[in-house]
């Protein structure tokens, strides 16, 4: 049982690049999300996806796009990178049934973008 | 618009100190997480507190949600450096989205 993983673990990208995070849960959860972390700016919730087939914006969607590809899995993809993107992603996974609902996160994904 | 604050952002002490982090907002939630991180690493919950005046212990670590749940704190005593890390709160607003409301978070460090 590994959790959330997440690919990457690093990555430096030149301004106007694209690539895909990728994340998986083996925990049959329902809800998925992607945020950023940034100094002195804590967690910022990016996208989400409340169950398989559904995605909504959150609090800083822009340049981003996101896939929930199955159950399992929730990729981010960033199609032209810019500097302001370069921070730490997280991917986080949470349950369904009795609340609450704790949330579980991946290792992150340290991206660069020069 | 941060929904919730925590205070102190920064705290270094030593060993064998105590001491408390708050989390306050003006929202009301439907519970409220805490979270440690260790640098490298992704955010793990430590508890979650559900009932307003609800009081939990880990240990050394203890948490307590307002009355109002509208607030909560972290109480560690007698720290020790293996404390040291970034605790973060998190409100749960209800409602079916399943988001949360992270705050910024409180970097301790505890010297040996």
């Known amino acids: 049982n590994a959790g959330v993983t997440q690919t990457p673990k690093f990555q430096v990208l030149k301004t106007g690049q694209s690539m895909t995070l990728q994340c998986a849960q083996d925990?049959?959860?329902?809800?998925m999300y992607w945020y950023r972390q940034d100094p002195g700016m804590g967690l910022r919730l990016i996208y989400y996806?409340?169950?398989?087939?559904?995605?909504d914006k959150g609090e800083v969607p822009n340049g981003y796009n996101v896939s929930r590809l199955n159950k399992r899995e929730f990729s981010l993809r960033l199609e032209s990178a810019a500097p302001s993107q370069t921070s730490v992603y997280f991917c986080?996974?949470?349950?369904?049934?009795?609340?609450?609902?704790?949330?579980?996160f991946g290792p992150g994904t340290r991206l660069t973008v020069t | 618009t941060q929904l919730l604050e925590q205070s102190p952002q920064f705290l270094s002490i030593q060993e064998g100190e105590n001491l408390t982090v708050y989390c306050n907002s003006s929202?009301?939630?439907?519970?409220l997480q805490w979270y440690r991180q260790e640098p490298g690493e992704g955010p793990v919950l430590l508890v979650t507190?559900?009932?307003?005046?609800e009081v939990k212990k880990l240990k050394r670590l203890t948490f307590q949600f307002g009355d109002a749940r509208k607030d909560s704190s972290l109480h560690i005593t007698a720290a020790q450096p293996g404390d040291t890390g970034l605790y973060l709160c998190?409100?749960?607003?209800?409602?079916?989205?399943?988001?949360?409301?992270f705050g910024k978070g409180t970097l301790l460090t505890v010297n040996p």
């Open positions: 986080a996974s949470r349950g369904r049934g009795t609340p609450p609902y704790e949330q579980y």
């Open positions: 996806s409340a169950s398989e087939g559904t995605t």
């Open positions: 925990m049959n959860h329902n809800s």
């Open positions: 507190v559900v009932t307003g005046g």
């Open positions: 929202s009301v939630f439907s519970s």
């Open positions: 998190a409100g749960d607003r209800g409602g079916s989205n399943y988001k949360l409301t």
